[in-house]
């Protein structure tokens, strides 16, 4: 099974709220990745997380604020969020390799 | 330049037709290959990858790759108007960051 789950599906947000992105994955996979993909774009890679700590940080705003609870979880904190921030928001897992990277669904963020 | 160049298309083919993906690259330190499938609104889903040079099938999908030239293409034969996806190439250099192509967008006709 090389299923990565990403909840919610849709989120409309107004820039002031608060909210989180979640992320799932039951591949014993070590590494973790949330990237930020705009329409026609490729993603970008946001943050990396190996062994549940932050390894990686692409200089991403602090109104985002990742979190790894468990080998298993990754969360997205948003806060303060920005028009320019809507896009489609990708979880990803891996191995230690890091190259074999299997991607959820996405949460479509919408920012008011 | 960018570090990794693929023809945004659009590619438009007849259904049964052979589809031809390429990208071109420039660092020497890319080692794994990989091609992503995207349709619209969702997640990539990784088709294949590849080690270094060589050909990698897997059913109707051909992945070459030829690091003399920095050059890397994906095959599909026997075409499916349910291969109508945006395309999109990665490559790693073992440093978990993936450098995308731009994406080629493909439709298959009925």
């Known amino acids: 099974d090389t299923e990565v789950t990403q909840t919610p599906k849709h989120l409309v947000m107004g820039m002031t709220n608060k909210k989180s992105l979640k992320c799932e994955q039951h591949m014993g996979h070590r590494a973790m990745y949330w990237y930020k993909q705009k329409a026609k774009k490729p993603p970008e890679l946001m943050f990396v997380y190996s062994y549940e700590k932050l390894s990686i940080n692409e200089s991403v705003p602090s109104r985002f604020s990742p979190e790894c609870p468990n080998s298993s979880l990754l969360n997205l904190h948003l806060h303060a969020l920005q028009p320019e921030d809507s896009a489609l928001y990708l979880c990803?897992?891996?191995?230690?390799?890091?190259?074999?990277?299997?991607f959820g669904p996405g949460t479509r963020l919408t920012v008011t | 330049q960018k570090e990794v160049e693929q023809d945004p298309g659009p590619l438009s083919v007849p259904e049964g037709a052979i589809v031809s993906l390429n990208c071109t690259y420039s660092?020497?330190?890319?080692?794994?290959f990989m091609w992503y499938r995207q349709y619209s609104r969702k997640g990539p889903e990784l088709l294949m990858y590849t080690y270094s040079s060589g050909n990698k099938e897997d059913g109707r999908f051909t992945a070459q790759v030829d690091k003399s030239s920095k050059y890397i293409s994906l095959f599909i034969r026997d075409s499916q108007p349910s291969d109508s996806a945006t395309y999109l190439c990665?490559?790693?250099?073992?440093?978990?960051?993936?450098?995308f192509g731009a994406g080629t967008t493909v439709t298959v006709r009925a």
């Open positions: 990803a897992s891996s191995t230690q390799q890091g190259y074999e990277q299997y």
């Open positions: 990665a490559m790693s250099a073992n440093d978990y960051k993936l450098s």
């Open positions: 660092n020497s330190a890319f080692q794994y």
